[in-house]
């Protein structure tokens, strides 16, 4: 399992992804708003998306899992 | 007769005519020498995946190369004068070249007693030993690869009094980082004196898994704090490179490192007192990529891939990114246009916008003093909206860190060009101009600048105005899109506020044109750079 951590302090703006949703490496998970620009949250590597932490408008902190991802 | 036991008899060894025992006796103490802790505790050594100095050593510089000083230094122990074994200082060092240019290199040997400090006439390493000599006096760069314990409380045993802190030596590691390059590489676990000695350093690389750094270990914090905490997670690669920024760059295992090694090196010049060397790549000036066109969005809400700019701009393969773990919303490079090391700070639109956060502006004070002091001009890829804001940055003093990356660039006296790919804004947008040069500032039509954005401004300044509205958002929104108009790149071109606007692709072969025709006055301001002021 590995979590994707938000890299910013923002909020979370759309989420794209649902969960037991089959990623490619680079797919958008959902897209935070942050400083007024939509930062995207990719799957780096890919997998299976198991748990979204996070609603759509919650704010979101800096290195805060706001996913889990399986492999 | 009389008896001289010197003299030759029935039964006696011949009296030697040439050096042979002499040189015998050489050949001995170098076997020694070369078998550092013994068998059992190279084993040991290997076993947690680490190599041996000698070893890092030869993996590290040109093969062939090392030409050691200080062989025979150690502890001998003698049977009856006879020599009978060395124990060898605990470190190796020498001089070697690194891609065929002179360099000083030494380590601790951790097989032996973990690499603590010996006590000689002079010291071997460290600070103020003689391999931090042999690069100040020969001005070129130094390694040192760092794997030693440091200083241990069992001294005041030996010595039979304790020892002030900061013995004659530091100053000679602080002034040779205004002399030439000094690399740090962890190879260890690194506490105390050894772990300074790291941060004294233009660049640091640690080991991913095997090398640790911090103040002080588990036992210390233990004991001062009562956190119980594993050496990896006070000081490994996760805290001290990607958290901190204690550590610049991590390698995944020891042979990566000694590459990131010479990497660094191939960019850096010998000394201050040179230029950095110029290796044509033959990638052509005048490439213009495509890609460079449409890589910045419309939309302004929508960020991109910063990385790309950078790799398509510089020659190909060129690029070498600092820190790249750590303050990422700025990303620092070394790279060649054209042959020439150019230094490249790029905003990174994809954390928080490429607003300058406290680390990424920490990153960027360093980079630029890097550069300065090496005479490597500096590229300035802009995109940002200013400093962060927000009470979570004010409280890490994101305001001085800033204005002391904005101070540094102030003070800096390389050549800088700034290109503007999208925003450009309030002091940091300042702090990524030439001041002091010829303060050449070209854009892409899809710059846009001012002393903050748009978007926020218009709330603070027109808000009576906004308030006093039938409809307040649209007003807001109107006020908005008349502003953005008198905002476009080209009226300020008009007013000669910028110096060009370009298409995206003609980027390299402009900035070429003007590194190139740098080089004559770089060669005429080598040498220290001394350093006047206080940061603030």
């Known amino acids: ?71 | 007769m009389s008896a001289n036991p010197q003299a030759p008899g029935a039964g006696a060894p011949p009296e030697p005519t040439g050096w042979e025992p002499e040189l015998e006796e050489l050949r001995f103490r170098r076997e020694q020498s070369a078998a550092l802790g013994g068998p059992e505790a190279i084993q040991r050594h290997h076993d947690q995946g680490r190599l041996t100095i000698r070893e890092r050593i030869e993996g590290l510089v040109d093969p062939g190369s090392f030409q050691e000083v200080g062989r025979l230094t150690g502890k001998g122990a003698y049977d009856g004068g006879k020599l009978a074994g060395v124990v060898p200082a605990p470190y190796v060092m020498g001089l070697s070249t690194i891609g065929g240019r002179p360099v000083a290199v030494g380590g601790e040997d951790f097989t032996i007693r973990g690499g603590t400090s010996w006590s000689g006439d002079r010291k071997k390493g460290g600070q103020g030993g003689f391999v931090e000599d042999l690069a100040h006096e020969y001005r070129i760069p130094l390694v040192n690869l760092i794997d030693g314990a440091g200083g241990s409380v069992t001294s005041i045993t030996r010595r039979g009094h304790s020892v002030f802190p900061g013995v004659h030596g530091f100053e000679q590691s602080v002034r040779l980082m205004g002399e030439v390059p000094v690399v740090c590489a962890v190879m260890g676990t690194a506490a105390g004196g050894p772990a300074g000695r790291a941060i004294l350093a233009h660049w640091s690389v640690m080991v991913k898994g095997t090398s640790q750094v911090f103040a002080a270990g588990p036992p210390v914090v233990e004991r001062s704090l009562g956190q119980k905490i594993h050496k990896e997670d006070l000081g490994g690669a996760a805290l001290a490179a990607d958290l901190a920024g204690t550590i610049d760059q991590v390698a995944k295992d020891e042979q990566e490192c000694f590459e990131l090694i010479r990497r660094y090196l191939s960019y850096m010049p010998q000394n201050v007192w040179e230029l950095p060397p110029v290796v044509r790549t033959g990638d052509p000036v005048d490439r213009c990529e495509d890609g460079l066109l449409d890589i910045v969005p419309r939309n302004r809400r929508r960020p991109y891939d910063m990385r790309k700019v950078v790799r398509w701009i510089a020659d190909r393969d060129s690029v070498f990114e600092l820190q790249p773990s750590f303050g990422k919303a700025v990303i620092t490079s070394l790279a060649r246009m054209n042959g020439r090391v150019v230094g490249i700070i790029a905003n990174n639109p994809m954390v928080y916008g490429g607003a300058i956060d406290v680390k990424g502006a920490r990153k960027q004070t360093h980079f630029v003093e890097l550069c300065d002091c090496f005479h490597i001009p500096i590229i300035f890829l802009v995109d940002v909206p200013g400093f962060m804001v927000g009470r979570d940055a004010e409280a890490a003093a994101t305001l001085r860190e800033g204005m002391r990356s904005v101070y540094v660039s102030l003070q800096a006296t390389v050549p800088m060009y700034t290109v503007v790919i999208r925003k450009c804004y309030g002091m940091a947008g300042m702090g990524a101009t030439d001041k002091n040069g010829l303060d050449l500032k070209i854009a892409w039509p899809s710059a846009e600048w001012g002393s903050l954005p748009i978007e926020g401004g218009v709330a603070a300044a027109f808000r009576k105005e906004i308030a006093a509205a039938p409809d307040p958002r649209a007003r807001e929104a109107e006020i908005e899109a008349s502003l953005r108009a008198d905002a476009s790149p080209f009226k300020t071109a008009e007013a000669f506020g910028v110096e060009e606007i370009i298409d995206p692709r003609e980027t390299r072969p402009y900035l070429c044109r003007f590194i190139d025709a740098a080089a004559g006055r770089l060669a005429t301001t080598v040498g220290p750079k001394p350093k006047f002021g206080v940061r603030p």
């Open chain 1, 1 to 71: 399992m590995i979590d994707v951590e938000s890299v910013v302090t923002g909020s979370v703006w759309k989420i794209e992804a649902s969960v037991g949703q089959k990623l490619e490496p680079g797919d958008v998970i959902m897209i935070l708003e942050s400083m007024k620009m939509e930062i995207p949250v990719i799957a780096e590597d890919g997998g299976v998306l198991r748990e979204l932490r996070v609603t759509e408008g919650v704010p979101v902190a800096e290195g805060q899992v706001v996913a889990v991802v399986e492999e």
